[in-house]
């Protein structure tokens, strides 16, 4: 018997198959619009102008609408770019948008990374303007807040890596703090790290041992939808 003769002699078949086809289409275009809107964001944002959304052998995408979260990892030079793109809704909805971008492997120490958050203001002209809000969102760690008390003073701090002589800023020596931010949950995970220049295998002794002495290595941020931002939660 054909299709249509069956649906036409049953026709609460027919009703519920219509049903079906309409709901699927929905979710099918609510999903499209989400993903069509998150990678159009992802664009937008000035941190990230070239970075390709184009999978391939040396590039991984990963797109999760739901949870509106974009990871790229980038190894074409051998060392692994990874650019993190998440939004975080506050207090009466208003969006903040993290960016963070790491190079290297996490259990090397030329490892960097930066974090920054932005808002999204549209002016007359209906054109989008990012702005760096990150101060306003993040709270500004120290080393203090790692040793549970006055911790050693590093008075340079150059891309986010934090010496205590200018030699060892100008080499890349340190001790820094980097955010890591999950694909789901409403927390950011600071961890205390020592740092060395590039081309280097191995830490300075003094870093290692500030990082050794230090009371805590995790830090969780959890972030606040009345107050939008984050603030100090758990120390590990």
């Not at 049903?19 to 069509?36: C, D, K, N, P, Q």
């Not at 980097?178 to 740092?195: D, E, K, S, T, V």
Request: contains cysteine.
């Amino acid at each position: 018997m054909r299709l249509s003769i069956f649906l036409s002699r049953n026709s609460k078949v027919a009703r519920f198959a219509l049903l079906v086809v309409v709901i699927a289409s929905t979710f099918s275009i609510h999903a499209a619009y989400a993903e069509s809107w998150l990678r159009e964001t992802f664009r937008n944002c000035p941190e990230n102008k070239n970075v390709s959304l184009i999978p391939s052998n040396t590039n991984v995408v990963t797109i999760d609408e739901e949870n509106g979260v974009i990871r790229v990892v980038n190894n074409a030079t051998g060392k692994p770019i990874v650019t993190v793109f998440r939004i975080y809704t506050g207090k009466g909805g208003v969006e903040f948008y993290a960016h963070q971008r790491t190079i290297g492997n996490g259990n090397e120490c030329t490892f960097r990374g930066r974090t920054h958050f932005y808002s999204i203001a549209t002016d007359t002209s209906n054109v989008s303007k990012w702005t760096d809000i990150t101060f306003q969102v993040l709270p500004k760690l120290k080393l203090s807040d790692f040793y549970g008390k006055r911790g050693p003073k590093l008075q340079f701090d150059v891309e986010c890596v934090m010496s205590s002589t200018q030699e060892h800023s100008t080499a890349g020596d340190g001790v820094a703090i980097h955010y890591g931010i999950p694909n789901f949950g409403n927390r950011i995970f600071a961890r205390l790290l020592p740092q060395c220049g590039e081309g280097k295998k191995e830490n300075l002794p003094e870093y290692e041992n500030i990082f050794e002495k230090a009371e805590f290595s995790l830090i969780e941020l959890l972030w606040s939808t009345e107050e939008n931002k984050f603030e100090i939660d758990v120390k590990k």
